[in-house]
């Protein structure tokens, strides 16, 4: 399965800043993912980063929030903008291995705190 | 919004088999049932999937009641490592399809 790294492991936030997020993946992957998770609470999908075009964003996320850029088939970046302490949730990425699994596969995840 | 019924949480004794039922009783002839697990503080882990036989991987078991409404995640010697989130998933097995996560069963193995 792929490896998945994200950057930063976490971070403490001032409100009304901005931070973004890094996904590593060791291979080229063409569906990538970004996953929020609130305190207490289980994983909500933020969007659908595609190399090559725009995210999809689910109801809920705009892209002005949370942009999305995807430069490559192996990282991709979320931005948690304009921050509010609503925001302090786990960030998590994931991405879909196709063959014979079709399933995802999750980095370590993003713990953000703000203040 | 999840298409699984999950117990809230369950106790396991250390080296004892874990049984993690999940109810599925709308789920579709061409959805897949996958489980995955969330340790404190990481990003969810796969664990297994099928679709109406029975799966065994180096991790658990997975045994899909013949109707398909119901399964069981079997870990069959439970670890105090094991203690984490359980999250049964019904998805269609189609490459882009995002997961849909319900709250899970918090499985406590105890010493």
């Known amino acids: 399965s792929a490896v998945i790294s994200q950057k930063p492991s976490r971070d403490i936030c001032q409100r009304g800043t901005s931070l973004t997020i890094q996904c590593q993946v060791d291979?080229?992957?063409?569906?990538m993912f970004w996953y929020r998770q609130q305190p207490g609470q289980s994983l909500t999908l933020i969007a659908t980063?595609?190399?090559?075009?725009?995210?999809?964003?689910e109801s809920g996320f705009v892209i002005d929030k949370f942009p999305i850029s995807r430069p490559n088939l192996t990282f991709s970046t979320l931005t948690v903008s304009n921050m509010s302490p609503e925001d302090s949730s786990i960030y998590l990425c994931?991405?879909?291995?196709?063959?014979?699994?079709?399933?995802?596969?999750f980095g370590p995840g993003t713990r953000l705190t703000v203040l | 919004d999840a298409k699984t019924t999950q117990p809230p949480s369950m106790d396991c004794a250390e080296g004892r088999a874990a049984n993690l039922p999940c109810n599925h009783s709308?789920?579709?002839?061409?959805?897949?049932v996958y489980w995955y697990r969330q340790i404190h503080s990481q990003g969810p882990q796969y664990i297994i999937h099928?679709?109406?036989n029975n799966e065994t991987n180096e991790m658990a078991s997975l045994i899909i009641t013949e109707d398909r409404k119901s399964s069981t995640l079997i870990l069959p010697h439970a670890t105090l490592r094991d203690t984490a989130v359980y999250y049964c998933?019904?998805?269609?097995?189609?490459?882009?399809?995002?997961?849909?996560f319900g709250p899970g069963t918090r499985l406590s193995v105890l010493p």
């Open positions: 980063a595609n190399q090559g075009s725009e995210a999809t964003y």
């Open positions: 998933i019904v998805r269609v097995r189609s490459y882009g399809q995002n997961f849909v």
């Open positions: 994931s991405v879909e291995e196709g063959g014979t699994t079709d399933t995802q596969y």
């Open positions: 709308t789920i579709s002839g061409n959805e897949y």
């Open positions: 291979s080229q992957v063409t569906m």
């Open positions: 099928g679709l109406k």
